[in-house]
């Protein structure tokens, strides 16, 4: 399959991409690392006029460190991520998430950025043209009905990306740019619930870099992913667990303290598990706790999830996935 | 749709080559400059037969548009032989079987060069991580793992990798 038809714009500093972001508004898509978006546009299921093409933007690549936590460029890719030293000391839930994205070859070439921005996914939607039109257009994507939800007026593609939980977890935050100049915007602002638009970014926003606050730095965290090959899959479950505890290591007698637990794939968002928490605050955790913390937060984050079947496996395997990958992730930290 | 022109650096020759702008590197290098080593597959951007290196690192050819790729090194299987015989992985890869129908060999090729170059002396670990970006629905990868095995070994007593 060919790509659409598209022009390609290179700019070369974020000034020049917001530029040419707000002059070609609504008819312009970003391509970063391309490993999401090049698939999607030989499905023709982007068709824009004109493609900007972000790599060569230099202020946007890069991890620096600070006072008030870390900055990572949006351009900067899960390779250069997974290899950074203040990541894999600091932010570890982070490092434990992106290396289970795809693969290795693409993980050099996916950004954080993308994969923060990564669209929804449904076995109705991430089809060719040909298929989409012999076996029925859906709500996503040029068509007026769900396939998979009962009713079938609401899209429930899935979100699918992996570094989003551990990011939450984090308390990332996002700076974006717009003609209207700088914002910042907590994570899980940026994401609607809807399947079929599930960025909360007008076509003339730049996301620039992520922060991870200084206050987030050496969690302990664990992230833990359903897909049925080992390697490439997108996530058909995941959770990632973070919290702190007074006494470095997790012993017998520690205190969870800042507990986040957050799921993917099995909502049209990345979810914090508030409820999950909130129970958790302040419960002992050691080799003898660590399996009662974890069927707490196995049991409240599965009651979150709403799994269709959007992907492969069923919905009920995969809502039970995030219960047991739950308590895994809290078991691997005990 | 109207063709620009763009320069590429493949295999350390430059190519001024006039393509239109959605062509994808993997489309430019088979059809533009005739070199087909590099395979389309999966058309999903997930199976690796389309493999090549960007400045020394691999990525796939069927996820980048040519046009990004203007000022990096692009190195493709045609670009890997030595002085013009094959290199100690490819004889390796022949040797032990590495390659049965051969259609993802090339991507292996280049995602193995590139762990090679980065980890001389790579653990078994390391070896499985870095097949797991590309498919292969014949080896079943162990006679790859034995090919890589041997090529190292050749490479560190500076000889042909030969079946014992």
Known sequence: MSLPDFQVLRPRTNAEAVELLARHAGDIRIIAGGTDLVPSMRQKLFTPKFVLDIRAIAELNGIRESAAGLSIGAMTTLAAIERHPAIRKNYSVLREATITVASPVIRNMATLGGNICLDTRCLWYNQSLAWRKSCGFCIKKDGNLCHVAPGGTKCWAAFSADTPPALLCLGAQLEILSPQGVRIVPLQDLYSGAGEAPLKLASTDLLAAIHLPAASSGLHGAYKKLRIRGSIDYPLAGVAVTFRNGAGNPTANSIMKDVRVAITAVNPAPLLVREAAKQLEGKPFGEATAELAGELAGELAAKSARPLTTSALTPEYRKEMVRVLAKRALLSLA | ?164
């Open chain 2, 1 to 164: 749709m109207s063709k620009i022109l763009i320069m590429l650096n493949v295999n350390g020759r430059s190519h001024e080559i006039a393509c239109e702008p959605n062509t994808l590197l993997l489309d430019c290098l088979r059809q533009d400059l005739g070199l087909t080593g590099s395979k389309r597959a999966c058309d999903d951007s997930s199976c690796g037969a389309c493999t090549v290196q960007i400045d020394g690192v691999p990525m796939l050819s069927c996820a980048l548009l040519a046009v990004s790729c203007q000022g990096q090194r692009i190195t493709t299987i045609e670009g890997v032989a030595e002085h013009g015989s094959l290199s100690a992985l490819q004889k390796a890869y022949s040797d032990w079987g590495g390659s049965q129908c051969g259609y993802c060999t090339p991507g292996f090729m280049m995602t193995v060069n590139a762990l090679l170059s980065e980890t001389p002396d790579p653990t078994d670990e390391q070896i499985g991580a870095a097949l797991s970006s590309n498919l292969c629905r014949c080896t079943g990868y162990v006679q790859m793992i034995q090919a890589i095995k041997a090529a190292i070994r050749a490479e560190q007593q500076g000889r042909a990798a030969k079946r014992a």
